[in-house]
């Protein structure tokens, strides 16, 4: 490599890769401080300025700067802006800055979080992190876990147990001989249930449309006295949340009834059952401790960014019957290994984000976010309402949803506020009432933010 000048050496590998480091800590430090004054949605200008990455792959290399400085250019101005507080869509939290800040650590350490040998850090941290939300939620002590992408995986991965566990009962062993002839297990889900459920239920074989649906209350809620026969070989499927109106299953009743039969209860609370941090919105999640397994995300409500889902299975030995993996060169020590209760082999550490999320919150950091949130959401409900709109749902946690008159109304009112950039919100089909949908799950939201977004909703209704 030529130098510029002839008495300046050229750069280590190390000193070109620090050089490049602090550049890209430098662009994402200028991205977040610039996230505020920006619309959340990126202009279609922006996003069609991507196709000029859009090129064949060259034929050879190209130094670090330039690739990162062409990722700033075009990649950081067609973001959505999800951390500045005004992203409502979906159920989406932001990033709490000690997970940011462990991220970089853990790309900086490249760990692979298989097994204790490849990363006690990793594996030890990501131990304590499962512990911290075992307890956090309230669940039994000795309940093991899962750290995988998201609520979809974590509900594929309890569900896996629950149906290792069912036909073991029955005297088969679904690992080995597979599904082909083996004992029925019935799976009874609410009218309402997340479409990753039935998702994770096609891909474990036991059918999307297979399922019993229980219909459900005018706020999604499983009807406990439209419960079909529940036995020993039925895996009932119980949502703490859900992803329209953040609505409960009645689960005192329904566990009671499903735990004197036998049957295996499994609990989709992707978001709400972290109510249970919360001294002000625990009886919302009363009954659901009661389950044999749980699937939750900490990169909603928690705040810990992408990608961190959670499985969490009563009985660990059941997780582990349907995840473990055996290969002669997996001679492994006394740890517990990720691998043998997890549904990937090599994984990112992102066990770890979730301890620095979670050590940077404490208890009362997360119930915080909860309450605060929660209360953004009575702050819209009522500002929409006074304003002669309709709040189709009872808002008992972090979402709202509302009608601006017509379907094409609402419709039309969402696609000015995306175009508005002030705030984001989308749209569902809540029972066949077309409405806006608000989900305040961001720690960064303040009442600022939910004062500025609100007069934008009105404008974009009257516009
Ligand atoms: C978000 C959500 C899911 C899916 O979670 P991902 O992390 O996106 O896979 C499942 N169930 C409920 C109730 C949800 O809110």
């Given at each position: 490599?030529?130098?510029?000048?002839?008495s300046?050496?050229?750069?280590?590998?190390t000193?070109?890769?620090?050089?490049?480091?602090?550049?890209?800590?430098?662009?994402?430090?200028?991205?977040l401080?610039?996230?505020?004054?920006?619309?959340?949605a990126?202009?279609?200008?922006?996003?069609?300025?991507?196709?000029?990455?859009?090129?064949?792959?060259?034929?050879?290399?190209?130094?670090?700067?330039?690739?990162l400085?062409l990722?700033?250019?075009?990649?950081?101005?067609?973001?959505?802006?999800?951390?500045n507080?005004?992203?409502?869509?979906?159920?989406?939290?932001?990033?709490?800055?000690a997970?940011?800040?462990?991220?970089?650590?853990?790309?900086?350490?490249?760990?692979?979080?298989?097994?204790?040998?490849?990363?006690?850090t990793?594996?030890?941290?990501?131990?304590?992190?499962?512990?911290?939300v075992?307890?956090?939620?309230?669940?039994?002590?000795?309940?093991g876990g899962?750290?995988?992408?998201?609520?979809?995986?974590?509900?594929?991965?309890?569900?896996?147990?629950a149906?290792?566990?069912?036909?073991?009962?029955?005297?088969?062993d679904?690992?080995?001989?597979?599904?082909?002839?083996?004992?029925?297990?019935?799976?009874?889900?609410?009218?309402e249930?997340?479409?990753?459920?039935?998702?994770?239920?096609?891909?474990?074989?036991?059918?999307?449309?297979?399922?019993?649906?229980?219909?459900?209350?005018?706020?999604?809620?499983?009807?406990?006295?439209?419960?079909?026969?529940?036995?020993?070989m039925?895996i009932?499927?119980?949502?703490?949340?859900?992803?329209?109106t953040?609505?409960f299953?009645?689960?005192?009743?329904?566990?009671?009834?499903?735990?004197?039969?036998?049957?295996?209860?499994?609990?989709?609370?992707?978001?709400g059952?972290?109510?249970?941090?919360?001294?002000?919105?625990?009886?919302?999640?009363?009954?659901?401790d009661?389950?044999?397994?749980?699937?939750?995300?900490?990169h909603?409500?928690?705040?810990?960014?992408?990608?961190?889902?959670?499985?969490?299975?009563r009985?660990?030995?059941?997780?582990?019957?349907?995840?473990s993996?055996?290969?002669?060169?997996?001679?492994?020590?006394?740890?517990?290994?990720?691998?043998?209760?997890?549904p990937?082999?090599?994984?990112r550490?992102?066990?770890?984000?979730?301890?620095?999320?979670?050590?940077?919150?404490?208890r009362?950091?997360?119930a915080?976010?909860?309450?605060?949130?929660?209360s953004?959401a009575?702050?819209?409900?009522?500002?929409?309402?006074?304003?002669?709109?309709?709040?189709?749902?009872?808002?008992?946690?972090?979402?709202?949803?509302v009608?601006?008159?017509?379907?094409?109304?609402?419709?039309?009112?969402?696609?000015r506020?995306?175009?508005?950039?002030?705030?984001?919100?989308?749209?569902t089909?809540?029972?066949?009432?077309?409405?806006?949908?608000?989900?305040?799950?961001?720690?960064?939201?303040?009442?600022?933010?939910?004062?500025?977004?609100?007069?934008?909703?009105?404008?974009?209704?009257?516009?």
């Open positions: 490599m030529a130098a510029s000048h002839p300046a050496p050229a750069p280590t590998v000193e070109a890769r620090t050089a490049l480091l602090k550049h890209a800590a430098r662009d994402a430090m200028d991205y401080e610039g996230v505020d004054a920006r619309p959340v990126p202009t279609p200008k922006d996003v069609a300025a991507l196709s000029a990455l859009r090129t064949p792959l060259p034929p050879g290399p190209t130094s670090a700067e330039a690739v400085h990722l700033h250019q075009y990649g950081s101005p067609a973001t959505v802006a999800k951390n507080g005004r992203f409502f869509g979906f159920v989406n939290g932001g990033c709490l800055p997970a940011l800040a462990a991220s970089w650590m853990v790309s900086a350490w490249d760990q692979n979080a298989a097994f204790y040998v490849q990363s006690p990793a594996i030890t941290l990501e131990e304590i992190a499962l512990e911290w075992r307890d956090l939620l309230g669940l039994p002590v000795g309940t899962a750290v995988v992408t998201g609520a979809t995986m974590a509900n594929l991965t309890a569900l896996a147990a149906r290792h566990a069912l036909l073991a009962r029955a005297g088969w679904a690992e080995a001989d597979g599904l082909f002839g083996a004992p029925p297990i019935t799976v009874v889900v609410g009218e249930a997340h479409a990753s459920v039935l998702k994770a239920l096609g891909l474990l074989g036991l059918g999307r449309k297979r399922v019993v649906r229980v219909p459900v209350d005018g706020q999604g809620r499983m009807r406990a006295d439209a419960m079909p026969h529940l036995d020993a039925t009932l499927c119980l949502q703490a949340g859900n992803v329209n953040g609505a299953d009645p689960a005192p009743a329904l566990t009671l009834a499903a735990r004197a039969a036998g049957a295996w209860i499994h609990v989709d609370g992707a978001f059952l972290w109510a249970t941090v919360s001294p002000d919105y625990k009886r919302l999640t009363q009954g659901f009661q389950a044999d397994s749980w699937a939750t995300d900490a909603k409500w928690p705040n810990i960014g992408y990608d961190c889902g959670i499985a969490l299975v009985d660990p030995a059941h997780l582990r019957a349907a995840m993996i055996e290969a002669s060169y997996l001679a492994l020590g006394e740890h517990r290994e990720p691998s043998d209760y997890n990937e082999l090599s994984r550490a992102r066990g770890v984000e979730l301890w620095a999320g979670l050590r940077s919150l404490g009362s950091g997360m915080q976010i909860v309450e605060r949130t929660s953004h009575r702050q819209f409900a009522a500002g929409l309402r006074a304003a002669g709109y309709k709040v189709l749902n009872d808002v008992v946690i972090n979402q709202v949803l009608s601006f008159g017509s379907p094409e109304k609402t419709l039309r009112t969402i696609a506020l995306q175009a508005d950039g002030t705030c984001w919100c989308g749209s089909v809540w029972q066949g009432q077309t409405a806006m949908r608000i989900s305040v799950s961001s720690w960064a939201t303040t009442k600022e933010d939910v004062d500025l977004s609100l007069a934008a909703m009105l404008r974009a209704a009257e516009g």
